[in-house]
């Protein structure tokens, strides 16, 4: 089974700060990665796909890069609404694995 | 408007069946792989189960192998996940999600509100 890391575990940002959360994988996916968004007491809902795609209707101070093993989620400049959970997850092979999951409030 | 309308759920004990639904709208459900991903109070993501479009391939969590099963019924737009001795490590809510695209390896794009599911004696 592919395993997925996540660092930090959580954050706090100040708004207009730029955020970085990274994910690593245990093997090589390519870019078989995305990035979801869980606010508190929500439903999960997909940021980027393809390590480095914007989900239709997603901020473009969201952006995502990498390929292969080592990833990252950037907000350019993080609003009081994206205080949330993040997870990272692979889709190269079953069974499908998610980070641990970074959890990002604003001072 | 995509929607997944999720029913089930509920108190059970150890050892005992449950059976989720998931009720898919706005999009031509045989077309799209569907997934059931579950999370633990106070806990992470977890994939446990999904299913193609035609219902040929089912794929499971190593965790849930054997207890549960996943289904769908094309004519009802609905995807189902019978889960059967349960355990108390089996709690959390479960979401049901629709593939982002027609095939087998993408991520989930539409979530259902999740449902609640509680082993306990």
Same mark, same amino acid.
């Given at each position: 089974?592919? =395993?997925?890391?996540?660092?930090?575990?959580?954050?706090?940002?100040?708004? *207009?700060?730029?955020?970085?959360?990274?994910?690593?994988?245990?093997?090589?996916?390519?870019?078989?990665?995305?990035?979801?968004? =869980?606010? /508190?007491?929500?439903?999960?809902?997909?940021?980027?796909?393809?390590?480095?795609?914007?989900?239709? *209707?997603? /901020?473009?101070?969201?952006?995502?890069?990498?390929?292969?093993?080592?990833?990252?989620?950037?907000?350019?400049? /993080?609003?009081?609404?994206?205080?949330?959970?993040?997870?990272? +997850? +692979?889709?190269?092979?079953? /069974?499908?694995?998610?980070?641990? *999951?970074?959890?990002?409030?604003?001072? | 408007?995509? !929607?997944?309308?999720?029913?089930?759920?509920?108190?059970? !004990?150890?050892?005992?069946?449950?059976?989720?639904?998931?009720?898919?709208?706005?999009?031509?459900?045989?077309?799209?792989?569907?997934?059931?991903?579950? #999370?633990?109070?106070?806990?992470?993501?977890?994939?446990?189960?999904?299913?193609? $479009?035609?219902?040929?391939?089912?794929?499971?969590?190593?965790?849930?192998?054997?207890?549960?099963?996943?289904?769908?019924?094309?004519?009802?737009?609905?995807?189902?996940? #019978?889960?059967?001795?349960?355990?108390?490590?089996?709690?959390?809510?479960?979401?049901?999600?629709?593939?982002?695209?027609? $095939?087998?390896?993408?991520?989930?794009?539409?979530?259902?509100? $999740?449902?609640?599911?509680?082993?306990?004696?």
């Amino acid at each position: 089974d592919i =395993q997925m890391t996540q660092s930090p575990s959580s954050l706090s940002a100040s708004v *207009g700060d730029r955020v970085t959360i990274t994910c690593r994988a245990s093997q090589d996916i390519s870019d078989y990665l995305a990035w979801y968004q =869980q606010k /508190p007491g929500k439903v999960p809902e997909l940021l980027i796909y393809d390590a480095s795609t914007l989900q239709s *209707g997603v /901020p473009s101070r969201f952006s995502g890069s990498g390929s292969g093993t080592d990833f990252t989620l950037t907000v350019s400049s /993080p609003q009081p609404e994206d205080v949330a959970t993040y997870y990272c +997850q +692979q889709y190269k092979s079953v /069974p499908y694995t998610f980070g641990p *999951g970074t959890k990002v409030d604003l001072k | 408007e995509v !929607q997944l309308l999720q029913s089930g759920g509920g108190l059970v !004990q150890p050892g005992e069946s449950l059976r989720l639904s998931c009720a898919a709208s706005g999009f031509t459900f045989i077309n799209y792989a569907m997934t059931w991903v579950r #999370q633990a109070p106070g806990k992470g993501l977890e994939w446990v189960s999904s299913i193609s $479009g035609t219902g040929s391939r089912m794929d499971y969590a190593d965790s849930v192998r054997g207890r549960f099963t996943i289904s769908r019924d094309n004519s009802r737009d609905t995807v189902y996940l #019978q889960m059967n001795s349960l355990r108390a490590e089996d709690t959390a809510v479960y979401y049901c999600a629709k593939y982002r695209r027609s $095939g087998t390896y993408y991520p989930f794009d539409i979530w259902g509100r $999740g449902t609640m599911v509680t082993v306990s004696s």
